[in-house]
């Protein structure tokens, strides 16, 4: 029966999607999954101590959201090695919101590209990923940042549009940057709502310029539609520029909610309205449970591999 691997301040999502893949499974699922929960010691000096289940089945996922990915990183770097000694023969990372993404060229010569060193390290630790609208900018697909035959870039773009469009029917779609726009162009032709994109200069953490395009958005109800949004300079560049422009009204729909520091303050200060997201990142503003699309494709990489959830992990026998 796969196992389903949690840490203790992630049994909110993890349990909706042991539940959504029972749902799909279905009353008479042979092997229905199980939940275990990560046991997390952290020694005086700061270092981890990890328990894992004494014995493992053949398929194991690890759903872990790379928030604040810095220590679930090393989890991470030693929790899938031992799943392996324990008696997982495949394993899977669903990790909501991918970390690292957007780093990737040099910006200035010596820069580490994250993206690419992130990508490999995932790539030899695990045998498939599961993310959603990672921040795939100069590549095309999610195999070219995290090299794997199974690497699963999902989209919540159709979800927040389906949000979008139940409480703002007739609005415009913006994407703050040249960036967002395959998010806006996935979701406006979601629900056929009218798309357009700024552009963006970034000259620092919270130095942002955003232009508008040449649209009348006098009167107009405007959604400000992107993956994510950090310390929120960009949705709150956009905001204030449509307001001055004529927008009746400004909302926000992003995937993942990183909401840092004053974020939402500026935002708010911006004109923003409303703010709808996934629950990627665990936030007020969740609206969208990503469960559903997760587990659907879990169950398809799962069943894809024959006999994965039958055989006993070697730590069993
Ligand atoms: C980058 O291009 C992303 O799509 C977001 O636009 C960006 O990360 C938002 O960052 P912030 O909220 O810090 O402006």
């Known amino acids: 029966m796969p196992l389903l691997l949690c840490c203790d301040d992630e049994t909110g999502p993890a349990g909706r999607l042991l539940t959504a893949l029972r749902a799909l499974d279905g009353d008479d699922a042979r092997e229905p999954w199980t939940l275990a929960v990560i046991d997390r010691h952290r020694f005086p000096d700061g270092e981890w101590r990890l328990r894992l289940p004494a014995c493992m089945p053949a398929a194991v996922a690890v759903y872990r959201s790379l928030h604040q990915p810095n220590e679930k990183l090393v989890e991470l770097l030693l929790a899938a090695p031992a799943a392996r000694e324990l008696g997982a023969q495949r394993l899977w990372l669903v990790a909501p919101y991918l970390a690292y993404m957007r780093q990737d060229m040099a910006f200035t010569p010596g820069e580490v590209v994250s993206q690419r060193h992130l990508g490999r390290w995932l790539a030899a630790a695990f045998d498939g990923l599961i993310t959603v609208d990672p921040h795939l900018h100069r590549v095309a697909t999610l195999a070219e940042a995290v090299p794997l035959g199974d690497a699963q870039a999902l989209s919540a773009a159709p979800l927040l549009a389906q949000a979008i469009v139940a409480r703002r029917p007739g609005a415009l779609l913006l994407g703050p940057d040249e960036e967002s726009a395959q998010w806006v162009q996935q979701a406006a032709a979601t629900v056929g709502l009218q798309a357009a994109v700024c552009r963006k200069v970034r000259r620092g953490d919270r130095d942002v310029q955003v232009e508008l395009p040449a649209l009348d958005v006098r009167g107009r109800a405007v959604v400000i539609l992107d993956d994510m949004a950090s310390t929120g300079r960009t949705v709150a560049r956009a905001a204030a520029a449509l307001r001055a422009a004529g927008a009746v009204s400004v909302d926000v ?5 990183l909401f840092v520091g004053d974020a939402l303050a500026v935002m708010q200060a911006a004109g923003v309205g409303e703010v709808w ?29 024959a006999g994965s959830g039958t055989a006993a992990g070697a730590a069993c026998r």
């Open 253 to 257: 729909a992003v995937t993942h909610a």
């Open 277 to 305: 997201s996934t629950d990627s990142v665990p936030h007020a503003s969740n609206t969208v449970a990503l469960a559903p699309l997760l587990a659907a494709a879990l169950q398809r990489s799962v069943r894809s591999v």
